[in-house]
């Protein structure tokens, strides 16, 4: 098993996290062929982030996505990345938010 580390920044906690996501995406395919043609709305559910003393609960309750449909063709297949994992994962959100996660890939 191979793990890699992921930092990410944002001026928010969740731009923070859309980044992170940008991240573990780069390993899965090109992103510079991906071309904002279609724009999708998606409702979630929160969800929690452990911390040593307590939980933070982060609402994210509507995401709006741009992309295209996945394509061999045109998006090369990158690393496979098998999941996120909690382990020594780091959320800072007091000065500047930050988050460093490790994948299984």
């Known amino acids: 098993m191979y793990v890699s580390r992921l930092h990410?920044?944002?001026?928010?906690?969740?731009?923070?996290?859309?980044q992170c996501?940008?991240?573990?995406?780069?390993?899965?395919t090109d992103t510079e062929t991906v071309e904002p043609?279609?724009?999708?709305?998606?409702d979630a559910d929160l969800f929690f982030i452990p911390r040593?003393?307590?939980?933070?609960?982060?609402?994210?309750?509507?995401?709006s996505q741009?992309?295209?449909?996945?394509?061999?063709?045109?998006?090369?297949?990158?690393t496979e990345v098998k999941a996120i994992t909690y382990s020594a994962m780091q959320v800072h959100d007091i000065d500047k938010p930050e988050?460093?996660?490790?994948?299984?890939?």
């Open 66 to 78: 741009w992309g295209e449909e996945f394509s061999l063709v045109k998006h090369p297949q990158g």
């Open 21 to 28: 996501a940008m991240a573990m995406f780069g390993y899965m």
């Open 8 to 18: 990410s920044w944002g001026d928010s906690l969740e731009e923070a996290f859309e």
């Open 99 to 105: 988050i460093f996660a490790i994948i299984d890939i």
């Open 52 to 63: 040593v003393r307590a939980f933070n609960i982060i609402m994210i309750s509507h995401v």
């Open 37 to 42: 043609i279609d724009t999708v709305e998606v």
